[in-house]
């Protein structure tokens, strides 16, 4: 028999509105929460497919094809009913009349909107960052690292016929997405050596990580820092700590003591804000990284129908903190958020959310991650790095996903011909 609450008896005109502003972990899961109940959603993304950030760096570093970390989301939603996409921009907020209004001017009506716009990168007004660093949190940024870190690499094998150049990598921000991106790239530089046949001198081939803080992957107990850093030095990546960025200009990157180092790509990792992603209009107070304050039940500060969920949220916990940036945040956020709506729908109380902490993890390179399970415990080495592929698996969208990143991975870890280093004449044109 069919439950009352889903949308197979109604109208679907007559059914509340939900608009759902992003098609990220948070935004995909609050739909997926409210798939087949007795309301509308639709979802607005000036991109039409998904992507999982937490591996955009292999990506950029060629280990994998950028299909293999996206995922359309009419295909996600293909079964679902009551779940429709809306591929645009969304330019503003109009409170008062429930109006989402969109790049081409066109508006959408809302009973309750769903603000999960996520983050982009924080330049920290380092003059010059935003201009001449390269940032890792779109897909397309993934794919104009890849163009730049290959062509920087087919240019030193042309001047390699005239003398041994230097090359210069700087990755700036010691969290897991820098530490993740210098292991990589390490390898990427192993492997066009030894199986593209690219004359480099290794001696001359520099990747230099840099932290303003005292250690890396500050997130995580200090002795998974200290692993991190023991083995990207194995690696041959130069790693230092305690330094500040102070400007970057297109060829170098200079810190507060002067020091000026010649660079041919500065990777962008050291943090994300998300006031800077949020809609224009949108009547929030802003909190931490610039994260719209909610509350415990994820509605914004005051209002009644507006929600806010994952990076966009500065969700409140009940130890007075407020919830991590993190994917496991905004998948648990987007599904609690769900249901809060349609408690609110049915004239029901909402409940506050509750993060239920799973770890983080961190890879540095084949057989070396560090991972922080909940209650504090760390496991590191092939253990870890095993325990990172399968929670990475398991999260990917698509079976086709899920199967295409398991194949290439298996033949990297065998050491084949692998991993698509093609330079994309497009890719700088990319959004």
Not at 32 to 45: M, P, Y
Request: overall charge neutral.
């Amino acid at each position: 028999m069919t439950s009352p609450r889903t949308v197979a008896h109604r109208d679907p005109a007559s059914l509340p509105h939900v608009v759902i502003i992003g098609g990220g972990f948070a935004g995909i899961a609050t739909a997926k929460g409210l798939s087949d109940q007795d309301v509308r959603v639709t979802i607005i993304d000036r991109h039409n497919f998904h992507t999982f950030l937490p591996l955009l760096y292999q990506v950029a570093t060629a280990g994998l094809e950028p299909a293999d970390v996206a995922y359309p989301i009419r295909t996600i939603f293909g079964s679902a009913r009551n779940v429709r996409f809306r591929h645009g921009r969304v330019r503003a907020i109009d409170h008062p009349r429930g109006v989402v209004i969109l790049d081409d001017d066109a508006e959408i009506t809302f009973d309750h909107l769903v603000v999960a716009t996520g983050a982009i990168a924080a330049y920290f007004a380092v003059p010059g960052a935003e201009q001449f660093a390269l940032p890792l949190y779109s897909l397309a940024d993934a794919r104009r690292l890849r163009n730049r870190l290959l062509s920087t690499l087919e240019r030193a094998d042309v001047a390699a016929d005239r003398e041994r150049v230097g090359v210069t990598f700087v990755v700036v921000g010691g969290g897991p997405t820098g530490v993740e991106t210098s292991g990589a790239l390490s390898e990427l530089i192993n492997i066009v050596i030894r199986r593209d046949g690219l004359r480099l001198d290794t001696s001359k081939v520099r990747i230099v990580l840099v932290d303003v803080a005292p250690r890396l992957l500050t997130q995580f107990p200090d002795a998974a820092g200290d692993y991190a850093r023991q083995h990207l030095e194995s690696m041959g990546v130069d790693v230092d700590v305690g330094r500040s960025v102070v400007e970057i200009d297109a060829t170098s990157i200079r810190f507060s003591d002067g020091e000026r180092l010649e660079a041919e790509a500065v990777i962008w990792a050291a943090g994300v804000s998300a006031g800077d992603a949020l809609p224009a209009g949108l009547s929030a107070t802003p909190g931490a990284a610039g994260r719209a304050q909610v509350s415990p039940d994820l509605r914004l500060v005051g209002s009644a129908n507006v929600w806010a969920v994952g990076d966009a949220a500065a969700i409140p916990q009940s130890d007075g903190s407020i919830a991590p940036m993190l994917a496991p945040v905004a998948i648990q956020s987007g599904n609690h958020c769900a249901k809060q709506i349609l408690h609110v729908v049915h004239g029901e109380a909402t409940t506050p959310f509750r993060y239920h902490n799973k770890g983080i993890m961190a890879t540095i390179g084949r057989n070396a991650a560090v991972a922080k399970l909940p209650y504090g415990r760390v496991i590191t080495g092939r253990l870890g790095w095993l325990a990172w592929l399968g929670l990475h698996l398991w999260y990917l969208i698509g079976f086709r996903n899920k199967l295409r990143v398991m194949i290439n991975w298996t033949w990297r870890y065998f050491d084949w011909k692998s991993g698509p280093r093609l330079i994309v004449a497009d890719a700088e044109t990319d959004e």
